[in-house]
């Protein structure tokens, strides 16, 4: 009992500098006239932002972007959803597959290939539209609110179909069928039984997707300040990078309001997530999901999943491999094929700051997701075996930096680092990103915990052994999927972070993603591309390989290989 209090209060002790300290800070910052002025109070800067005439416009641009994106993507995960979980549609695990494999394409880039294709001026598809059908200006322009909602209701599809997915897989299909017998037909039916009994999920995928638009800064910058369209995030940007002295003060008071917005939206997340037994379907005496056959609607469904798929991957990608391989952008044709080279893969592989960008992504990478990882463990144990209020108040703490908009929380550590020996060092970005995404490591770590039961651990030390001991040789191998689940999560999001880096990286500390956002601010296309597609390409072989390692090490099946081929002879 001593010892899980010892290791309760010091896991809160480390979680409150890593979450509550910065949003501290952020507070104390917005008061403070300048980062080295810290403690002369003012309200100076509130004054400055909510009297700037531009402030009323911009929020106009926030609400429709981030409604608007996440309207989007909640209804496309509820079609593929309803397509692979509840019809006969073809292809069903290869398009579960793709649903959720843009979560590994780093969102800067997934922006840029778009930009790529439908920018005004020399988009590749714009200029294939115009020489096609001899159009004398470009058909689309992605530099606007509606090419912003499309790009950012793409890139949160995936986490509103992880949400919406399970609770249509284990619906109760007896309901529908209960309707069918009073002829009513399958659309009828989805919106009168299915999407209403899905409620809490598909309101938990909106909401969490209006916090994901909120703190998206990806798209905003490199779709949105083009085309002077200014948001939240990007108005923050600009008071930091935008004047020849940074207003950090300023920064903070916008800040402020989007971390007040955030931490509301996932209150009501959390309070739709916890209720939502009032809508259970499935009990004890059991059901069998129902296929819904298509008929003579499934060729254009099918045909609605492949476009959809396309937009999410194929697209994208072979938008950045075309335009790493031309000189200069231009329309897919003759003269183009004949023209490509290797130039720019040769470029980005001999400078050295993209070379230095791609080291520190890999330490952040990899050092980074270990220490989150170690730490999400010793979190989740608490939270699971040890009951007491102080750990539930640690799990509230660790839960707190879910809702803190990347470029927000930037904001915060630097106020939090600019006085220490880490400040503009890459340990402030090790920090600023355990901090940040630590809940991405603690939710499957939590549920793996839930599955282990407690006599293991007790027996264990009964017998003797340590705390240590029992955590190395029972605890931890049983652990080996969520530690790999958890490890994949943040190792991903740490290799492709852009906000907090855009705020808190300085020469010497560049990370990938920032870099690949130089280039498109300098319209270094070919470099962007040839850089973003080993980022990829990176990315993929870490997440590959962790995986490959942990089914090694997977729990009862090591033990069955090491079993000579006589062993019951023996």
């Known amino acids: 009992m001593q010892r899980n209090t010892k290791l309760t209060w010091s896991l809160l002790l480390i979680v409150s500098l890593l979450t509550v300290a910065p949003v501290i800070m952020l507070i104390l910052g917005s008061f403070s006239s300048s980062l080295h002025s810290f403690g002369n109070f003012t309200f100076k800067k509130y004054i400055s932002v909510y009297s700037d005439p531009m ?15 996440a309207a989007l993507a909640t209804v496309l995960a509820i079609y593929l959803a309803y397509m692979n979980n509840r ?20 969102h800067v880039l997934f922006a840029v290939s778009w930009a790529l294709l439908l920018n005004p001026s020399n988009g590749i598809l714009n200029m294939w539209l115009q020489k ?52 009513s037909g399958p659309v009828k039916t989805l919106f009168r039984i299915t999407l209403p009994i899905l409620k809490p999920a598909i309101l938990a995928a909106f909401i969490l997707c209006v916090v994901r638009g909120l703190a998206s800064f990806a798209v905003p910058s490199v779709l949105g300040m083009p085309g002077r369209v200014y948001v939240l995030s990007t108005f923050i940007y600009r008071a930091v990078t935008m004047s020849l002295i940074a207003d950090y003060g300023k920064a903070a008071a916008i800040g402020m309001s989007i971390l007040a917005i955030s931490i509301g939206l996932i209150y009501v997340y959390r309070y739709y997530t916890r209720y939502s037994d009032k809508f259970v379907t499935v009990s004890s005496r059991g059901f069998k999901p129902t296929v819904v056959e298509l008929r003579g609607a499934k060729a254009p469904l099918f045909a609605i999943l492949i476009i959809i798929s396309s937009l999410l991957i ?29 130039r720019h893969w040769h470029t980005v592989i001999k400078d050295p700051v993209s070379l230095r960008s791609l080291k520190n992504s890999l330490f952040l990478g990899l050092a980074g997701a270990t220490v989150g990882s ?138 990938l993603a920032v870099q690949i956002l130089r280039f498109s601010e300098d319209g270094q296309w070919g470099r962007l591309s040839a850089l973003g597609l080993i980022m990829i390409a990176v990315a993929t072989i870490m997440v590959v390989g962790v995986n490959a390692l942990g089914a090694r090490f997977k729990p009862g099946e090591s033990r069955e290989k090491k079993k000579p081929k006589n062993w019951q002879a023996a």
């Open 55 to 69: 402030l009323l416009g911009i929020l106009g641009n926030t609400a429709v972007f981030v409604l608007g994106s």
């Open 87 to 106: 019809t006969d549609i073809p292809f069903k695990v290869l398009f579960r597959v793709l649903s959720v494999v843009p979560m590994m394409i780093p």
């Open 132 to 183: 096609l059908f001899f159009l004398s200006k470009a058909p689309f322009n992605i530099y606007t609110i509606p090419g912003m909602v499309l790009v950012e209701g793409l890139l949160d599809l995936p986490v509103a179909y992880l949400i919406i997915s399970p609770a249509m897989a284990s619906f109760d299909a007896s309901l529908e069928e209960s309707s069918r017998v009073f002829k």
């Open 314 to 342: 194929v697209l994208p990608v072979l938008t950045l491999l075309y335009t790493s391989l031309v000189p200069y952008i231009m329309a897919p044709g003759r003269e183009a094929f004949s023209s490509m080279s290797l």
């Open 374 to 511: 170690f730490l999400s463990i010793l979190i989740s144990y608490v939270i699971v075996k040890v009951k007491s209020r102080a750990s539930g108040f640690l799990e509230s703490i660790s839960f707190l930096s879910f809702s803190f908009p990347g470029i927000v929380i930037g904001i915060g550590f630097m106020w939090y680092f600019v006085r220490t020996p880490i400040y503009a060092s890459i340990w402030a970005l090790f920090l600023a990103y355990v901090a940040t995404y630590l809940p991405y490591g603690i939710r499957p770590m939590t549920s793996a915990f839930i599955q282990i039961h407690s006599s293991l651990e007790e027996s264990s030390l009964v017998s003797g052994a340590s705390f240590a001991t029992t955590m190395r040789r029972i605890v931890v191998p049983l652990l080996v999927p969520g530690i790999v689940s958890s490890w994949v999560l943040l190792a991903s999001m740490f290799f492709r972070e852009l906000s907090v880096s855009v705020v808190l990286s300085r020469p010497g500390t560049e990370v």
